[in-house]
């Protein structure tokens, strides 16, 4: 038995001293790769077959980009919003017109001062302008110092307006001239022109000459200061001269040498639409 013991006691140490010689070497950590930079990549060319404004890129952070196209719209906004437009009433080249008024209703009366015409004149007359095209119609009626006799001249007119615009107006107009006095009534050809320049909203000047040549002789000229005020209202306040020879048988000649039928200070009133 103690043989056997002494075997069993030289395993154990045998196998004790194997262990040892077995143990694992020590661990040694293993060095990671170096991460070499990402290469930015530049935004890719232009596409030529989509509009410019597609064509824009947002860059979101260093060295990625995202393909969001920006919002042109928002880019073009306008910097002055209340900024007020000009108003065309009537658009086209041949029926252009910046009129905002196209429409006048006038009354107005006269008196003579000279010696030669001491009478009074009252006068209506309508102005309208459609597009580029001018209607006046008007009627006056004469009364001399005595009241003893009594003209009526009207004249309607149509024509065109060379001008057509809310600063400045000039027509050109022809049609007929009816005068009717207590021995003569007769029907002739007027032709002539009206000027109208406002050189502020509301301030201007009104003229206006005519002349009737055939068969009576007929010649007008006015001229006025043009007052507005809330915008509907005007005040017309000038000088009008205005000839009449009823005679079928004279001429320009005896058209200037006859008295006028007034001569003096004008004031009228009316409405503008």
Do not use: C
């Amino acid at each position: 038995m103690s043989s056997r013991v002494l075997l069993a006691v030289i395993a154990l140490q045998s196998f004790a001293a194997l262990a040892q010689d077995m143990t694992p070497p020590p661990m040694v950590p293993v060095d990671e790769p170096e991460q070499q930079p990402v290469d930015e990549q530049p935004p890719p060319p232009p596409d030529p077959q989509q509009p410019a404004q597609q064509q824009q890129f947002q860059y979101a952070e260093p060295g990625t980009y995202a393909n969001a196209p920006v919002d042109a719209n928002a880019q073009q906004q306008p910097q002055n919003p209340k900024q007020p437009q000009p108003q065309t009433t009537f658009a086209g080249s041949f029926m252009e017109s910046t009129r905002r008024k196209h429409f006048l209703a006038l009354a107005s009366g006269a008196l003579g001062v000279t010696r030669a015409s001491p009478g009074i004149a009252l006068d209506v007359r309508a102005e309208a302008d459609i597009g580029k095209i001018a209607l006046l119609a008007g009627y006056t009626g004469f009364g001399d110092a005595n009241y003893t006799g009594f003209t009526g001249h009207f004249m309607g007119m149509a024509g065109w307006d060379i001008f057509a615009r809310e600063e400045f107006t000039w027509r050109v107009l022809a049609g007929l001239d009816v005068i009717n006095t207590p021995d003569v009534a007769a029907v002739g050809f007027v032709f002539g022109s009206n000027i109208r320049a406002m050189f502020a909203e509301n301030f201007g000047i009104d003229s206006a000459v005519f002349m009737t040549p055939v068969p009576f002789r007929q010649f007008e000229f006015r001229i006025a200061l043009v007052l507005r005020w809330w915008n509907i209202f005007e005040a017309h306040l000038g000088w009008r001269y205005q000839a009449i020879e009823a005679s079928q048988v004279g001429n320009l000649g005896t058209l200037f040498s006859t008295a006028p039928s007034i001569n003096g200070p004008m004031v009228g009133i009316g409405l503008t639409f």
